[in-house]
């Protein structure tokens, strides 16, 4: 029941990007060619709504807000407004959405010639297998949807968070991708509602790639912009320690543009003597960073004794 519920949502979803999509269209665009292909994409979406409603009759219950909410009647309405608009849309003529030539009317087109004959360029699948492939695409496409909805840009501010969550949409990616090629080998674009499908993921990715390294450009100025400060070596000396904390805790421990694995090389590389002893046996690691600031933290940052000692 969940996954045709998800799928009824999926396909609402396409009928919306096919009106956004109409929408931005140019009038000069809408051919009658162009209009068609819309309206039988979406008769088709709705012949696949309702073989889905009524697959889910069987589950009806009045919890599921799929059946609580009346869902069908609204995507019906909602379905019937798009396809309205679209076929009451004035067809503009072919010539209109071709773009003339500044250097003139274009040259004749040379008489056609038949191909040779050739083995088919397309691979034939059994519709099973093809239906399969679909149903591997479509579980792709909601894996990548849900991880770009939990990808939340604005509140990321380590430079290699970034990093790794574009590093992620890279690879989910390029696993709906490889798996698109093959199915477009078997389709050769005979299957609308598909490219529709896939061309609404291909945007997303578009979009939360641009998102994520324009955060990674601003994140790359910004601390090429940042001063440098020159942290002094701390060897256990008390009297020593307030200067110490606050440059470091200022220019490295909470600079969010430096990853913990980063942190704990340059406080390693600042301690000698005491200090360093102390932390010695936690290696440089992103896992050790916090438990090696916390023993030195426990062990100096203590009023009582560092006014002790500068005082005495």
Known sequence: MESLIQRQSDIIELIKQIERNFSKDSARRKTRTYLDERLDTLDKLWAEFQSNNDKLAVYENDIEPYFKKDQYSQSRIYFDSVRSKIHSFPAASASTALTPSVYGPPAAAPP????????????EA?????????????????????????????EIRDKWELEDELKNVQSRWSTIDTLHLQIDNYLQGSDSIYDEEFGIYENTYRSIKRDLNLKLASTAHLQQ???RIDIPVFSGSYTQWPTFFDLYVESIHNNNLLSKCQKMQHLKGKLRGDAERLIQHLHISSENYDAAWDLLTHRYNNCCICIHNVCG
């Open 126 to 154: 059994p519709p099973s297998k093809v239906a399969d492939l679909l149903s591997q695409q479509r579980t792709n496409f909601r894996a990548f949807n849900r991880m770009v909805k939990n990808i939340k840009v604005d």
């Open 112 to 123: 056609a010639v038949p191909p040779a004959p050739s083995a088919s360029t397309s691979t």
């Open 225 to 227: 912009s940042t001063p």
